[in-house]
């Protein structure tokens, strides 16, 4: 009895925080866009298999459809209702997958659009992915319903309705991002629709929630609706559980608004993460990895437990929200492997991977034009399958860089190391940093301009082990580079500065 109550207490301590994932797995991957009946096969073919601890999913509910530009991946941030059909897929494949990933160890997170419907601009009729009707002018979204009376207009004290200063925080709040019709989340009954919808979506089997634009919601406001949230499904949660809450606020420091102010909420997103890596790897304004010595807290970073952290994200790595220029993605992929690489093997926050489709950029004066351009689609607007070549990598035009080797066995070493302290760090002064994870593993880079011939600690057990960024062990050998670990534990490490990937990384999972 006494067992039981503690752990009843550690786990509510832990609550919203805590990511739900199966015991054992350390990252999500967000399929940005994917349908439903594709990720329900990757669940089961390679997610579950691989250790991956769940998927963020793009919007599951009514947006809705723009033609002009022609169906933009933007489309689905802006709701017309709360029915569970987009071009990702209906109602029953929906369910499908979130059963299906849940039988394979793989949980769901929803991408949650709550603070706002469709633009101003809308116009009326049915043009939405479930085709219900909708008015944006009278803000009449009747398949909710919600009327002119649910949103902020009369709060809103700017001229042009809009968010005109991020300073002023009632604006951040209260007045339309980029022209969104604004919830009045104030209200129990705007409350209640959104907490319908999310409750729906719990008793499906979904894990938690990432919550868009949480910097344009009050705390309040957002914990009001919270505390009307179940705890999560019992066929697959132990009882009790409260679902994963994770909000998106960008705060690179210099606004009033902090991410800090919604620590009581859940987790939030740390956008100065990628920001400062994507600087750290490109070697811009004078920053070195040896810098990366205090990485996290000591970079001004939030706690590691409120912390969600990734390399970029679908609006980051096409020019939207924040983070500029430095941001690392798949289009520098020697460097982006880098960074997801360090990211994984850090002890620092809690772990999402970007999985992306392919367009075509056009940059005019620095801005790429195609920003806007949605998923792989056929002509009439439906989206691609996600097909698999020969050699496991996606087709058309699906990146999958969750797929990428090097990306996939670094998930793999940060459920190995779990629960280890950084150990044994090791730099030159300038871009070859090493560091481990207590005795389960350890990882080097030399992102300089020469050669590395380095003997170093590694703290792992002695023997023989692979390298698992130019291959892996399977069965008795290795595919790629070995790693001799001496009874001392000390181990010589050699890389060539123009390799296509200059990083080792060994774990005590990959050991002969
Ligand atoms: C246009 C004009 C406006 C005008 C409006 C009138 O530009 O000046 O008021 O018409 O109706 C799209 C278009 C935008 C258009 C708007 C409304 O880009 O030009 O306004 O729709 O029709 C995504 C895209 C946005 C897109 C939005 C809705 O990034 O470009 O807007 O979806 O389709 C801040 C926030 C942060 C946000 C980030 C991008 O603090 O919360 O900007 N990030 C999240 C999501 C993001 C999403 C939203 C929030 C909104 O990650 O993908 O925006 O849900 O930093
Ligand atoms: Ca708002």
Not at 395 to 418: A, K, L, T, Y
Not at 446 to 466: E, F, K, M, R
Request: charged share 20%; proline share 4%; with cysteine.
């Amino acid at each position: 009895m006494k067992v039981l109550l503690l752990l009843v207490a550690v786990g509510l301590c832990w609550a919203q925080y805590n990511p739900n994932v199966k015991s054992g797995r350390t990252a999500i991957v967000h399929l940005f866009e994917w349908r439903w009946a594709d990720i329900a096969l990757e669940c089961e073919r390679y997610l579950g298999p691989y250790g991956f601890g769940g998927v963020q999913i793009s919007p599951p509910n009514e947006n809705i459809i723009v033609t002009n530009p022609w169906r933009p991946w933007w489309e689905r941030y802006q709701p017309i209702s709360y029915k569970l059909c987009t071009r990702s897929g209906n109602e029953n494949q929906f369910k499908d997958m979130v059963t299906r990933c849940n039988n394979v160890g793989v949980h769901i997170y929803v991408d949650a659009v709550i603070n706002h419907m469709c633009g101003s601009g809308g116009g009326s009729g049915t043009h939405s992915t479930c085709g219900s009707y909708f008015n944006a002018g009278t803000k009449d979204f009747s398949a909710v319903p919600y009327s002119a009376s649910d949103f902020n207009d009369g709060k809103c004290k700017t001229a042009s309705g809009e968010i005109e200063n991020y300073n002023d925080i009632n604006q951040v709040r209260d007045c339309r991002l980029v022209g969104l019709l604004d919830l009045a989340l104030e209200k129990d009954y705007v409350r209640s629709k959104i907490a319908e919808y999310m409750n729906r979506l719990i008793d499906i089997g979904v894990a938690g929630f990432r919550l868009d634009a949480a910097k344009h919601m009050w705390p309040g406001d957002i914990k009001a609706i919270l505390d009307k949230l179940k705890n999560l499904n019992t066929q697959w949660f132990p009882a009790g559980t409260r679902p994963f809450i994770y909000q998106e606020v960008i705060d690179l420091g210099g606004e009033p608004i902090q991410g800090s102010q919604y620590f009581g909420n859940g987790r939030v997103t740390e956008f100065k993460y990628g920001a400062k890596l994507g600087t750290v790897i490109r070697k811009w304004n004078g920053e070195k990895m040896s810098y990366l010595k205090n990485w996290g807290e000591g970079w001004g970073f939030m706690p590691s437990d409120r912390s969600l952290v990734f390399v970029d994200n679908h609006d980051n790595q096409r020019g939207h929200g924040a983070g500029g220029a430095s941001i690392l993605t798949f289009w520098d992929p020697r460097l982006y492997k880098m960074a997801v690489a360090f990211m994984l093997a850090h002890p620092y926050g809690f772990t999402r991977i970007m999985s992306s489709y392919r367009w075509t950029r056009n940059f005019q004066n620095g801005k790429d034009v195609n920003d806007w351009i949605g998923p792989p689609s056929n002509s009439d607007g439906s989206t691609k399958a996600v097909t698999i070549n020969a050699d496991s990598t996606c087709g058309n035009d699906w990146v999958c860089e969750h797929r990428w080797r090097q990306i996939r066995n670094m998930v793999i070493f940060r459920n190995v190391v779990n629960g280890q302290p950084l150990s044994n760090w090791w730099d030159n002064g300038n871009n070859q940093v090493a560091f481990g994870r207590g005795n389960r593993g350890f990882i080097i880079f030399n992102n300089d301009d020469w050669y590395l011939n380095q003997n170093l600690q590694t703290g792992l057990p002695a023997g023989t082990y692979c390298d698992v960024i130019s291959g892996q062990k399977e069965g008795s050998s290795c595919t790629g580079n070995q790693v001799h670990v001496a009874a001392n534990g000390i181990a010589n490490f050699q890389i060539n500065n123009q390799a296509e990937d200059p990083f080792i990384a060994i774990h005590v999972d990959a050991k002969l």
